[in-house]
């Protein structure tokens, strides 16, 4: 009798699956959170993809490609998905805990700082400059969304709404964001091309 | 309802209407904030924001 078919192994692959312990989950995206002051997701990138080998850079993209389109932040979904591959619910929470810890720590402290000096009229109005600078980054990001809606009348309408009813009328998202994504979607697939 | 209880409806509403980047529920998160629950001054959420930003 023939020997069954042995399955080929590609070369430099499976040949060490990887198999990250709880520890090393948690180790692995406490270090990213603590990097990743404004911004976790490229190291993230690099450290599940080039260092530590958890995931192809194939397989890093689907999983992310799964987690913006789930809602919640796609980061806190990227390390829930992959914690649960490697070792279940237990290895989910060590990768939310090992990224949270360190910038919560470090929040919670600036906070406490901040409160200790909040009410010196030096640090008063370096806060409101700073709020405005804030504001104004925001205005420009929107702008640099917005501005390919030009020369689509229709879609600068559905912008213009939304506008209205966020910031305006200030009425819930949860009422306005259905209402929204529905109007809109029906109005430009029946009125554009 | 305890403080605590509400934060967590609260900001567990807002993560299921989180859909793409955080910026898009900070107009939610204020008026949420400051209009329904007075837990801080607009005031207050404008410098909160501003911190948050500058550790960017």
Known sequence: MPDPPRTVIPRGMSEARPDPTVFDLFAGFFVVGVCGFGGVLPWAQRMIVEQRKWLTPAEFTEMLGLCQFLPGGNIMNVTIALGSRFRGISGAVACLLGLMAAPVAIVIGLGAVYDQYANLPAVRRMFVALSSAAAALLLATAWKIASPLRGRPLAVAVAACTFLVIAVLRLPLVAAMPMLAVGSTLVLWRFER | ?56
């Open chain 2, 1 to 56: 309802m305890n403080t605590l209880a509400q934060l967590a409806v609260v900001y567990g509403q807002m993560s299921l209407l989180l859909f793409g980047g955080a910026n898009a529920v900070i107009p939610e998160m204020q008026r949420q904030v400051v209009d329904v629950h007075h837990w801080m001054s607009a005031q207050e959420f404008a410098g909160l924001f501003a911190r948050r930003r500058a550790r960017t």
